[in-house]
Structure formats: C-alpha cells, structure tokens
C-alpha cells in the first residue's frame, strides 16, 4: 500500500495584523522527503504518530513536505501557494497513491481564503480522484467548514487541552486511513456547527464543559459503530463568515440506527450550546494581580492572555514590564523586542546602558519602554522545548539577551515570536524560573507540563492584544449572526 503524507500547520489569527510569510514556517520547520522521518520519527507531533503507527502495520509511506509556523495573523497568498502548491505537486508526482494522510491545523486563513484547509484538501481530492481516502488530523481549535467535511473521508481532532495528544491523534488518523485501505467504507459524517466562540481559558478538555464532552466522547469510542468523534472548539481569533464551535462524527454507513447517531450529536450540541455561559469567566487586571503580588505563593505564573505568542499575540506586549517596574519582586518575562536585543548586543555582555524594549510597532499596549539594564547574557542559539508540548522540538526566535532591569526584573528578550514558554527558554539565558517571585508567561496553557514541578500557582490576567479573552472586545466583523456571546439572543435547536 502507498500510502502519501505531509503536513501544513499554522493556526490564525485574524485579528494580527503581521501577516505570516515563508520565514515565519522556515524558524518553525519545512522538512521536504526523507528530512521528514529523520526529523519527525520518535516526536510527539502527528506525523510522528503517522510513523509509529505505520512502523508496526508496514506500508510504503511516501513523504511529501512537512511544514509548521508559530501562529500569526494572515498567511501571505504567496506562502499558500507555495507550500500547498509543493505538497500538491509532490503527489502529483507520486501517483496513483493508495490514501492520503494530512496534517493540517483548521484554522489557516490567508490574505485571500478564509478555508485554507478546505482548498487543499478540494485540490486534494482532485489529483486522487472520489475513491482514495483522505484522512487528516486536527487541531481541537480548528475551525471545521463544510467544504473541509466534503472533501476529507475523515478528520480526527486532539482531545487534549491543553494539547499533548499530538502523536496519540496521529496514530487515531493512520488507523481509520489503514481500515480504509482494507475494506472499511467510507464513513458518513454528521457535522454540527454551533452559533458559539469561546474563549480558550474555560475550554479544557480536564474539567467543565468541554471536559465533560471530551469524556462522552471517549465513551462513544467503544461503539463499533462509530468511526470517530471530535469536538473543535475553534480558537476565537477568526474573524471569518463559517466561524463556531463543532462536532463531528463518523459513523459507518451500514450501522443499523443512522437516526440515534444524528440525535446523539444534536443533544450534544444542545448540550454544550446551553451551558455556554460557563466558558465566560471573569480574570483579574494587571493592576489588581500586582498589587496582590506578595501575597501570592512563588513563584506565581502571570499569564499575559492577551499576548499569547502561540495564538497570534506578537509577545511585544510592555504591560506586565511596566507594570513590575514599580515592585521590588524578582521576576522574569520573555519579550519579543528585535530593537532591544541589537541595542544589548551593541552594549556588549556584561555592559549596561539605557535599552528600549518593546514599540518595535505600536498597536498601544505594547509602547516602548527605556529602561536601564545589565545585559548578563547573550545568545544567537535555539531554545530545546522540555515539556510534554513539542517536546524536543528546536525553537527559533532568533538572538536573544538577558537584560537585568533595576536588579530584580530579568527580561529575556528575543527578535521573532515562538514557542517562548519553556522553563528551558529562561535557563538558556541563566534565568533559574524556581528562584523567581513571579514569571510572566506569554502562552495559555501549553507551558503547564513543563511548569507543573515550578509554578507554585497560575494568575490569568486581562490584559490586552490580538489573543484578548475579552471576546466583547474584538472588533469581529464578518463572523456569522447572530452568535453567542457577540449576540445575548441567539436561536439554536
Ligand atoms: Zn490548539
């Protein structure tokens, strides 16, 4: 069996306005052929669980291209076309394939799609013709289209977050895909789309009502008449007409009650519609969490929500740094700030002068601030990822340096947005994370693992950005209405 497979990861956010370029995927990875395997095989990423999978059930796997970029806002037109156009071309070139395995976000938009999912896998489909499967992974914050359901035979998303299933969704892929291939039909899917953003904070898979979701669909997984189940809870920076939260099954077409399956997942739906308010949760101010700083157990972790480099926050944010000039705790924050990493190179290890961090572009909350440093460390290397999340994953944000600010704030300041919440980010620079009162984290979740033995306890602030929790906030414009919570009335059976 040949079976054909690649990956093309971003998730957007629309409200960014930098827009994501080939550079931006080129600092996370583009890995073409045989670089795949090398790279990819043992991680815990889907292709990685692609690999394993096919590693005990052997089958001729053709490796394409496996690209993945940070989050941003729109992916260039030309980045597309490029990086999908070389996946469509390497299976051009390798047909007939027996299926298709794909990696894909769901939440891609670029200057001029809002579905860059559902035209690659429309393309897809073209070369391989109706009867080859299709299958993909997901992400739980994909945003599912119908053109999406059409085209794939099935998508299975993570049922983790925060995520760490990344190799576990890969495996549940290459199986259906492998069932497929020898003899299972095409599976009938049952889509349901709800009139509904959440935020991420309350949406874990743990705990609440997602939680509570995420375990049903686990027990449905013992049905040998469904294929799979998946809740995408679409991340709520997409402001784009097909927005909302889905479900989607899929079940076998000859299981004998079609009809129970449909009304299983409108209950659900209805379900998770009715409970909607428990996704909206209030959080402190940066002003109100600083002036409770001493009597929080240390270290506390500040997540910064607004600024969230894995969302499509920029992590140029100056509102924690200016708000922790006025205390005396020893903190650490990592800032995306290119203007002060030159100007602490210039200034030499060791030296000190006058830095100013942040206003690299000026969207308000990130305004410049000059501070007076001691650069005590400089670094052009990249940073390891040691937690569960993308563990053993190389991070590029370019140089970096350890500005120390007034003697007790250490800034670790980088050139480009990545995956910046690693205790193994700060250590790089000599930030030891467990001697610090307060860390201010510029990622939701995905810092937790790797913080589970450090962070004595979690603060999620309000504060504002392009990743803002605050969904009243956004100026959303093109999403459709009525939705909750844009709409306080919002019809939904
Ligand atoms: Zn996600």
Not at 217 to 235: E, I, K, T
Not at 280 to 286: G, M
Request: net charge negative.
């Amino acid at each position: 069996m040949k079976i054909f497979y690649a990956s093309l990861i971003q998730e957007t956010n629309t409200f960014c306005p930098q827009k994501t370029d080939l550079a931006l995927f080129e600092r996370g990875y583009v890995l073409r052929g045989e670089e795949i395997p090398r790279h990819l095989a043992g991680t815990n990423t889907e292709i990685g669980g692609f690999l394993s999978y096919f590693s005990e059930h052997p089958a001729d796997l053709v490796p394409a291209v496996a690209c993945w970029g940070v989050a941003c806002g729109k992916v260039e037109d030309a980045a597309f076309a490029q990086l999908s156009g070389e996946i469509l071309d390497a299976l051009e070139a390798q047909l007939p394939v027996d299926g298709v395995l794909l990696a894909l976000h769901g939440a891609m938009v670029s200057e001029s799609c809002d579905d860059c999912e559902g035209v690659l896998l429309e393309r897809v489909r073209d070369l391989v013709g109706a009867d080859v499967p299709v299958v993909t992974t997901l992400d739980y914050h994909a945003n599912l289209t119908e053109k999406m359901v059409v085209q794939a035979d099935a998508m299975v998303g993570f049922r983790t977050y925060p995520h760490v299933d990344f190799a576990q969704t890969g495996r549940r892929a290459a199986l259906i895909l492998d069932r497929l291939l020898h003899g299972m039909k095409r599976p009938v899917p049952i889509f349901r789309k709800l009139p509904l953003i959440v935020p991420v904070e309350a949406a874990e898979t743990g705990q609440g009502v997602s939680g509570e979701v995420i375990a049903a669909l686990g027990h449905m997984d013992r049905d040998p008449d469904l294929v799979s189940a998946s809740l995408f809870c679409a991340q709520p920076w997409l402001d784009i007409e097909e927005m909302g939260v889905s479900l989607l099954f899929y079940l076998q077409p000859e299981a004998p009650d079609q009809k129970k399956w449909k009304e299983t997942a409108d209950a659900l739906a209805l379900s998770i519609f009715q409970q909607r308010e428990a996704f909206f949760q209030t959080y402190p101010s940066l002003a109100e969490a600083v002036g409770r700083l001493p009597a929080f157990r240390r270290p506390v972790i500040f997540v910064d929500s607004g600024d969230i480099t894995t969302a499509g926050g920029l992590g140029d944010s100056t509102e924690t740094l200016r708000a922790l000039l006025g205390c005396s705790q020893q903190a650490a924050l990592s800032i995306v700030s290119p203007k002060a990493v030159a100007q602490a190179f210039s200034v030499g290890l060791w030296g000190e002068g006058e830095i100013t961090v942040g206003g690299d572009q000026d969207y308000g909350y990130n305004r410049d601030v000059t501070v007076h440093a001691k650069v005590l460390a400089l670094s052009q290397d990249r940073s390891q990822v040691t937690g569960e999340a993308f563990s053993g994953v190389a991070v590029n944000t370019g140089r970096r340096a350890h500005l120390l600010v007034d003697g007790h704030i250490h800034v670790v300041a980088a050139e480009y947005a990545s995956l910046m919440y690693d205790p193994q980010f700060l250590r790089d620079l000599g930030v030891e994370p467990a001697e610090m009162d307060v860390i201010v984290q510029k990622s939701h979740k995905l810092f937790r693992s790797a913080y589970a033995s450090i962070a004595k306890e979690i603060v999620i602030l309000d504060t504002p950005g392009f990743t803002d929790l605050n969904i009243q906030r956004l100026p959303y414009a093109r999403v459709p209405r009525p939705i909750y919570p844009l709409d306080e009335i919002v019809p939904f059976e």
